[in-house]
């Protein structure tokens, strides 16, 4: 298995331009997470979806994020209009549901600046 | 509210000394707990679990064992390697139905040769 795939790795972008970070789950996973890394704040969790329908998202910052997974295999982290807060590494991770719900895969990240 | 609170890194040690991360929490109810470890340029993975009080979780050389009288769940490894130099993360989740990982702010560990 090709694991939690996030793309792009990189991304550097002006303020006030759309930003779209794509996550591809592992085959057969059930749950979709994405979460903020920041030396201020550490992993922060933004959003779960669990079959496609997001679970809880009371831990995105604003109404300038939005996250989508149109289907079991994509899901996208949109940020519209980014600020220079936002840079951060981004990661995506998945986990089975059940008795194996406890181990989440988690992507090689995307790290986004925002100039 | 549920909680993680982990020793401040940088930890640093020499090849072969003995290694502890202390980690604390907070919940409600009887939390699984886990340790992640983050390789430089990667995401999370998954390094030991633990599900119930005094479940000892073991994986690489490294140990942890949930002690529900303390609210820890220290990391430990009797011989660190130049390999092991890396963030680690505490985790809890709730047996609430919710599959939200709660981790604390990590601590970096340095091993030199």
């Known amino acids: 298995d090709a694991g939690v795939i996030q793309s792009p790795r990189h991304e550097v972008t002006e303020m006030g331009q759309e930003v779209t970070l794509r996550c591809k789950p592992i085959?057969?996973?059930?749950?979709l997470f994405w979460y903020r890394q920041t030396m201020m704040r550490g992993l922060e969790l933004l959003i779960y979806?669990?079959?496609?329908?997001?679970?809880?998202d009371s831990g995105m910052p604003e109404d300038r994020f939005s996250a989508k997974m149109p289907n079991a295999s994509f899901s996208t982290l949109k940020i519209q209009p980014s600020e220079p807060r936002d840079s951060a590494v981004y990661f995506c991770?998945?986990?089975?549901?059940?008795?194996?719900?406890?181990?989440?895969?988690f992507g090689p990240g995307t790290r986004l600046t925002v100039l | 509210g549920n909680s993680v609170t982990q020793m401040e890194g940088p930890v640093t040690l020499s090849e072969e000394a003995f290694l502890t991360i202390n980690c604390t929490y907070t919940a409600t109810g009887y939390p699984s707990l886990f340790w992640y470890v983050q390789y430089p340029g990667e995401g999370l993975q998954l390094l030991l679990k633990?599900?119930?009080?005094?479940d000892k979780g073991s994986n690489k050389g490294f140990e942890a064992t949930y002690r529900k009288e303390t609210t820890s769940f220290h990391l430990e490894k009797g011989s660190v390697q130049v390999s092991d130099s890396a963030v680690y993360f505490c985790?809890?989740?709730?047996?609430?139905?919710?599959?939200?990982?709660?981790f604390g702010t990590g601590t970096r560990l340095l091993v030199s040769p």
């Open positions: 633990a599900t119930k009080a005094d």
């Open positions: 979806f669990n079959n496609n329908v997001p679970i809880d």
């Open positions: 991770a998945s986990s089975l549901g059940g008795s194996e719900a406890d181990t989440q895969y």
């Open positions: 085959s057969g996973h059930d749950y």
């Open positions: 985790a809890l989740k709730t047996n609430t139905g919710f599959q939200k990982l709660v």
